[in-house]
């Protein structure tokens, strides 16, 4: 979290507790045929649409920011406002619990997994690496502050609980993979010039560059330069490719508590992505509905825990 907070200051057991109620409570309400935009969103569907195969997606993670703060808010977030219009954003979507961690093992594991972001836990549950790493899907983590093959604890501005692949066991309990699959940031660079991007990129920035510590303007600034202008250079990423680059909030602010863990921004940019096309489905697009629709992009079955029921986000894609 960016500030002190209620949520930090109860324990990570009262916490999952609460922000389960608060989600049974929000969903309740939203099945009333309230009057709240809320009440008009479908929780769980099969996917809107066809979504297209890619041999090159991108998800960058930004922290704790509500849909509100981020969208529309072309002052303090230009460049990704700029994005918006040449990509597809979707405005109905909402994570899953405050705290970090269970937010990023939904986006991997499609469960929370936990609600104490200081854990360091091993998992050994069904996951987004594991699928990856058995159909023989080329996948890195690019994350700032880090060397190649990290597994520790926090190190300069890079937290664990950013990066959930360290915690997964099919990465973490095996050095080979864990000194393949986790990079410096400094990595996607050079991999990216010399045309060796993996399918899947996971990027870290640290809690200076992802608006968690950092002013949203060093956010902003980081996301284009650091990774929409290099890509915007990348053919896989110029008409005719098939690059899929999407920008995801882990969490909203903490007094946001829709849905578990708020309102947040979701944005996707690409040849393979509807221009300017903002969501006109009643879904209720949540983690497990990003897990699905990165799964699909890479071709592959069975998305694991809830991203299994969750709602595809094919309405972003050309069909």
Known sequence: MSSPSFWQDISPQSRAVLATAVAAVTVAIAGCGGGSKDSMLTRAAPSSGTIP???????VMEENQSYESVVGNTKIWTNYNNLIPKG?????????????LPDYFMLTTGQTLTFDDSSTKVWDVD?????MLSQGVSFKVYAEDIKQGYLGGD????????????MLSDVANNAQVAN????????????????????????????????????????????????VQPLM??????????????????????????YGGGHVAALFWGPPVKVGYQQKSTFLYQHGSMLRTVMSLLNLPDPPGSAAGAAGMGEFFNQ
Do not use: C, M
């Open 180 to 227: 393949t699959v986790i990079n410096p940031f400094t990595q996607f660079g050079q991999d990216l010039a010399s045309g060796n991007l993996p399918r899947f990129s996971f990027i870290v920035p640290d809690i200076n560059d992802d608006a968690h510590t950092g002013p949203p303007q060093q956010a902003d600034a980081w996301l284009q330069a650091r990774i």
């Open 155 to 166: 190190t300069g501005g890079y937290v664990i609980r950013h990066d959930p692949f360290a």
């Open 127 to 131: 996951n987004l690496a594991r699928h």
């Open 88 to 100: 597809a954003l979707a405005t109905n979507y909402y994570a899953d619990a405050h705290g970090s």
């Open 233 to 258: 250079n990348d053919k896989a990423f110029q008409t005719g490719g098939d690059g899929v680059l999407i920008v995801d909030f882990d969490e909203s602010v903490d007094t946001d508590v829709a």
């Open 53 to 59: 195969q890619s041999q090159h997606v991108v998800l």
